[in-house]
């Protein structure tokens, strides 16, 4: 299987120019390529992402010769990975149309297996050299590529490497649980345990609005101003405590993932689009500031690890609906009310815990079906 490690680095002064250099030359060679390949679309033609960088090698020493000061998988693999998947994403209507890169907008560039190597809490890079790294890679196997990012001034190498499939590793056997996504909470389980939405401190978030009013009162605030040597500096500030902000809420949702993924051999998911999910703006908060989707897809992948089994229900099944005890499907009570009394049998439900007790069973009969031979 393969596993993502994103450890920080410490670059000095004259690395982190050479980051902003390959992120400059990664974004140039993505744009043209993918300027050259709208031409050609719009024209009704298809040209092959390996053409056009053959196009761009071929004359990237006369014309641009400042992209040889960096190494050369580095505007390969914008042109003939990034920019591809971005592409074959497009035609296959998955996305919209790709993009074009902005400077200082998720800055970052690719590196192939042969442009770094990692050692102790260093990684080597072609035409740099050692890099101090915050840690030594966690995981023991065969180096695929890198991503090297930066965010509010803080570079990470993500690496990804190729380790042999994991034993199973749950406290308990047999078990089952069924999770819904709600709009009060994150998630709801079928046990009747509540996983509210991850937020930042209050402390944290009091300080936030505070700089957010001082940007406004900074000259460069108001369109077509020059914007000022403060309002940079309280904008860098901005971007630090959002990054803050994020990893928290991230730390957050690793450790619920992780647990529940250890804890459990079968989960009942439903199959939810967050977006259309969000009524109101008071439950859209809770709900995007832990995001539904990033919290389904950590389960997802984390499964994998531990041999849990995820079994995903249709969205549109009445899962919340349905009496959990006698199976009757109630359609008398409104979408916004959390409580109902079955009609049929006079269990008291609560929305969340119904349909997560529903997404329990319905895995646990989908994983027998499963297993039967």
Same mark, same amino acid.
Not at 267 to 288: P, Q, Y
């Given at each position: 299987?393969?596993? $993502?490690?994103?450890?920080?680095?410490?670059?000095?002064?004259?690395?982190?120019?050479?980051?902003?250099?390959?992120?400059?030359?990664?974004?140039?060679?993505?744009?043209?390529?993918?300027?050259?390949?709208?031409?050609?679309?719009?024209?009704?033609?298809?040209?092959?992402?390996?053409?056009?960088?053959?196009?761009?090698?071929?004359?990237?020493?006369?014309?641009?010769?400042?992209?040889?000061?960096?190494?050369?998988?580095?505007?390969?693999?914008? $042109?003939?990975?990034?920019?591809?998947?971005?592409?074959?994403?497009?035609?296959?209507?998955?996305?919209?149309?790709?993009?074009?890169?902005?400077?200082?907008?998720?800055?970052?560039? *690719?590196?192939?297996?042969?442009?770094?190597?990692?050692?102790?809490?260093?990684?080597?890079?072609?035409?740099?050299?050692?890099?101090?790294?915050?840690?030594?890679?966690?995981?023991?196997?065969?180096?695929?590529?890198?991503?090297? *990012?930066?965010?509010?001034?803080?570079?990470?190498?993500?690496?990804?490497?190729?380790?042999?499939?994991?034993?199973?590793?749950?406290?308990?056997?047999?078990?089952?649980?069924?999770?819904?996504?709600? *709009?009060?909470?994150?998630?709801?389980?079928?046990?009747?345990?509540?996983?509210?939405?991850?937020?930042?401190?209050?402390?944290?978030?009091?300080?936030?609005?505070?700089?957010?009013?001082?940007?406004?009162?900074?000259?460069?605030?108001?369109?077509?101003?020059?914007?000022? $040597?403060?309002?940079?500096?309280?904008?860098?500030?901005?971007?630090?405590?959002?990054?803050?902000?994020?990893?928290?809420?991230?730390?957050?949702?690793?450790?619920?993932?992780?647990?529940?993924?250890?804890?459990?051999?079968?989960?009942?998911?439903?199959?939810?689009?967050?977006?259309?999910?969000?009524?109101?703006?008071?439950?859209?908060?809770? $709900?995007?500031?832990?995001?539904?989707?990033?919290?389904?897809?950590?389960?997802?992948?984390?499964?994998?690890?531990?041999?849990?089994?995820?079994?995903?229900?249709?969205?549109?099944?009445?899962?919340?609906?349905?009496?959990?005890?006698?199976?009757?499907?109630?359609?008398?009570?409104?979408?916004?009310?959390?409580?109902?009394?079955?009609?049929?049998?006079?269990?008291?439900?609560?929305?969340?815990?119904?349909?997560?007790?529903?997404?329990?069973?319905?895995?646990?009969?989908?994983?027998?079906?499963?297993?039967?031979?």
């Amino acid at each position: 299987m393969i596993r $993502v490690h994103k450890i920080r680095l410490y670059p000095n002064n004259k690395q982190a120019t050479y980051f902003a250099k390959a992120c400059g030359v990664a974004r140039f060679a993505y744009n043209r390529a993918l300027s050259e390949w709208k031409r050609s679309y719009e024209a009704g033609e298809t040209v092959r992402t390996s053409i056009l960088w053959r196009q761009l090698n071929a004359i990237k020493r006369e014309q641009y010769p400042w992209m040889r000061e960096v190494a050369k998988c580095i505007p390969q693999l914008a $042109v003939k990975s990034e920019l591809n998947y971005a592409i074959g994403d497009f035609l296959a209507k998955r996305k919209q149309f790709p993009k074009f890169r902005k400077k200082s907008v998720h800055d970052g560039f *690719s590196l192939s297996d042969s442009c770094f190597i990692t050692k102790d809490k260093k990684v080597w890079i072609s035409l740099l050299g050692w890099v101090n790294m915050a840690e030594e890679l966690r995981f023991d196997g065969e180096n695929i590529d890198a991503k090297i *990012s930066v965010a509010a001034g803080i570079w990470y190498i993500a690496i990804r490497v190729t380790i042999p499939d994991p034993e199973p590793m749950h406290t308990g056997e047999n078990q089952a649980v069924g999770i819904s996504f709600g *709009s009060t909470s994150l998630a709801t389980l079928s046990d009747g345990t509540v996983i509210d939405e991850v937020s930042a401190s209050a402390q944290l978030e009091r300080k936030l609005s505070r700089l957010n009013r001082e940007l406004s009162r900074r000259q460069g605030a108001k369109k077509g101003e020059i914007k000022s $040597v403060n309002y940079m500096k309280t904008r860098r500030k901005i971007s630090r405590l959002n990054t803050r902000i994020a990893n928290i809420r991230a730390d957050e949702t690793h450790r619920q993932t992780t647990k529940l993924t250890r804890e459990y051999s079968v989960i009942g998911i439903e199959n939810m689009d967050a977006k259309n999910d969000i009524v109101d703006n008071g439950a859209a908060r809770g $709900v995007k500031d832990t995001s539904i989707d990033e919290f389904g897809r950590q389960l997802e992948y984390k499964a994998v690890a531990t041999g849990t089994r995820i079994i995903v229900a249709n969205r549109w099944s009445p899962s919340s609906r349905t009496c959990h005890d006698c199976g009757y499907e109630d359609n008398g009570h409104k979408q916004n009310e959390r409580e109902w009394i079955c009609a049929k049998c006079g269990v008291h439900n609560e929305k969340d815990t119904n349909a997560a007790i529903k997404l329990r069973d319905y895995a646990i009969v989908v994983d027998s079906e499963q297993e039967t031979p």
